[in-house]
């Protein structure tokens, strides 16, 4: 599935996220311990995200039935790129992912709600946004969905066979003295090296001006952004034609007040406003996310990982990415680490009196079992009075004598 969304107004008129939550209180299943969970976790991922993403971005995640996680993720959108989100799930038996992304302002507003197997999914907006993601798949769901957000320029790259290394000149720059600043870059080439439409659009002037030298006015949309496209040695291109993105425009040069300067394009976008900065708008970034961690062999299992002073503890091993670790800890708490410091040396402990085994080191917790003193053992984490193990394939708490 490929979806394209250019809109900062739902595509939706019920989500297919809220479908899901009506058909568990319809059937009574949202009032379940499974269900409340799944509720709850949900609500909890969009209210405290767990980690703020850098992008590029990529996280391996694994969902397990018997833990209805979910997880969130903070992402800081600039209006000036456009975010290429893609998903793809892996399991014995197909299953879709819910994957909605949220505006943070003074309330939660949700922008965009599918669900899917594998989709590649392109965000863009006008305005600079706090955006929301998250990741849930339905109840008694178990696989692996793999995530990776890439940041792209919304706009191409104006002059053929250039690349970011050619932007010598930049915003706010002074000219003539201090009189004026610099409305936009400058991108150094060859002269007559083919200037390029940056997006699909409309001509709207092309003229020869004392400061711009031949010019070409470029209108995206109705009422979209005005490219500015100066010093051209040439243009190829007549008031009202319309343009493809990569098409030539017109040709590199240095004309009007850039003739005493090697051959350049001064490159400009103008909104309602005025001029903006346009370099974030075709500066190109690294697309290929670092490696995942080398925690990524424990996706989806028990470790167990040393909190220090003499405390151990088993963690299941939600997510992997190039920047940390998601885990459900003793306690069933979801939590984040940039590294996990694995146990070396297994704890030792004897427990010589039958009692309870507890889900959590607390006696309040829910109980999993009977300890039986007379059968071996396995003792795999401590912390506190409590000792972890393991006694015929049930694990558990249990209070040390």
Same mark, same amino acid.
């Given at each position: 599935m490929?979806? #394209?969304?250019h809109?900062?107004k &739902?595509v939706f008129?019920?989500?297919?996220?809220?479908t899901? @939550? $009506?058909?568990l209180?319809?059937?009574?299943?949202?009032?379940?311990?499974?269900?409340k969970?799944?509720?709850s $976790?949900? *609500?909890?991922?969009?209210? $405290?995200?767990l980690?703020?993403?850098?992008?590029?971005?990529? !996280?391996?995640?694994f969902?397990r039935?018997?833990?209805?996680?979910?997880l969130?993720y903070?992402?800081?959108?600039?209006?000036a790129? +456009?975010?290429?989100?893609?998903?793809?799930?892996?399991?014995?038996?197909?299953?879709?992912v819910?994957i909605?992304?949220?505006?943070?302002?003074d309330?939660?507003?949700?922008?965009?709600s599918?669900?899917?197997?594998? =989709?590649?999914?392109?965000?863009?907006?006008?305005?600079?946004?706090?955006?929301?993601?998250?990741?849930?798949?339905?109840?008694?769901? &178990?696989?692996r969905?793999?995530? !990776?957000?890439? %940041?792209?320029?919304?706009l191409?790259?104006?002059?053929?066979g250039?690349s970011?290394?050619?932007i010598?000149?930049?915003?706010?720059?002074?000219? %003539?003295?201090?009189v004026?600043?610099?409305?936009?870059?400058?991108?150094?080439? +060859?002269?007559? =090296?083919?200037?390029?439409?940056?997006?699909?659009?409309?001509?709207s002037?092309?003229?020869?001006? $004392?400061?711009?030298?031949?010019?070409?006015?470029?209108r995206l949309?109705?009422?979209?952004?005005?490219?500015?496209?100066?010093? #051209?040695?040439?243009?190829?291109v007549?008031a009202?034609q319309?343009?493809? +993105?990569?098409?030539?425009?017109?040709?590199?040069?240095? =004309?009007?007040?850039?003739?005493?300067?090697?051959?350049?394009?001064?490159?400009?976008?103008?909104?309602?406003s005025?001029?903006?900065?346009?370099?974030?708008?075709?500066l190109?970034? %690294?697309?290929?996310?670092?490696k995942l961690?080398?925690?990524?062999?424990?996706?989806g299992?028990?470790?167990?990982?040393?909190?220090?002073?003499?405390?151990?503890?088993?963690?299941?091993?939600? &997510?992997?990415?190039?920047?940390?670790?998601?885990y459900?800890?003793?306690?069933?708490?979801?939590?984040?680490? *940039?590294? @996990?410091?694995?146990?070396?040396?297994?704890?030792?402990a004897?427990?010589?009196?039958?009692?309870?085994?507890? +889900?959590?080191?607390?006696?309040?917790s829910?109980p999993v079992?009977l300890?039986?003193?007379?059968?071996?053992?396995?003792?795999?984490?401590? =912390?506190?009075?409590?000792v972890?193990?393991?006694?015929?394939?049930?694990?558990?708490?249990?209070?040390?004598d």
């Open positions: 490929l979806l #394209l969304l809109s900062c &739902s008129k019920v989500s297919p996220y809220k899901y @939550l $009506n058909k209180e319809s059937t009574g299943l949202s009032k379940t311990k499974m269900g969970a799944w509720v $976790n949900g *609500e909890e991922a969009v209210r $405290n995200p980690k703020e993403v850098s992008i590029p971005f990529q !996280e391996s995640i969902f039935e018997s833990s209805p996680d979910a969130g903070i992402i800081h959108y600039s209006s790129r +456009k975010v290429k989100f893609k998903v793809k799930t892996t399991a014995d038996e197909p299953f879709g819910f909605d992304i949220l505006e943070r302002k309330q939660l507003n949700n922008l965009v599918i669900q899917s197997a594998d =989709t590649v999914l392109f965000y863009e907006d006008k305005q600079d946004k706090t955006l929301i993601l998250r990741l849930q798949p339905e109840l008694l769901v &178990s696989g969905v793999d995530l !990776e957000i890439i %940041d792209e320029p919304k191409g790259f104006p002059v053929k250039a970011n290394s050619s010598k000149s930049f915003w706010g720059v002074d000219r %003539d003295g201090g004026r600043r610099h409305e936009g870059i400058d991108i150094f080439a +060859k002269r007559g =090296t083919p200037v390029i439409a940056v997006e699909d659009g409309v001509i002037r092309v003229q020869e001006t $004392n400061l711009g030298g031949k010019v070409v006015w470029q949309g109705l009422f979209g952004q005005i490219i500015y496209y100066a010093h #051209l040695d040439s243009q190829l007549t009202g319309e343009v493809k +993105k990569g098409e030539t425009v017109g040709l590199l040069g240095n =004309t009007g007040n850039a003739k005493a300067t090697a051959p350049h394009l001064h490159f400009g976008i103008y909104i309602g005025g001029a903006v900065d346009p370099l974030n708008y075709v190109m970034k %690294d697309t290929v996310p670092p961690k080398s925690e990524i062999k424990y996706l299992n028990e470790v167990v990982i040393n909190r220090g002073a003499s405390s151990a503890v088993p963690v299941n091993i939600l &997510s992997v990415s190039s920047e940390g670790v998601s459900k800890n003793e306690f069933q708490k979801l939590e984040y680490s *940039e590294k @996990l410091i694995l146990l070396s040396k297994k704890p030792s004897k427990i010589k009196t039958a009692r309870q085994l507890y +889900k959590s080191p607390v006696e309040t829910a079992g300890f039986n003193p007379e059968k071996s053992y396995t003792v795999l984490a401590k =912390t506190g009075t409590f972890y193990i393991n006694q015929e394939d049930t694990k558990g708490w249990v209070l040390s």
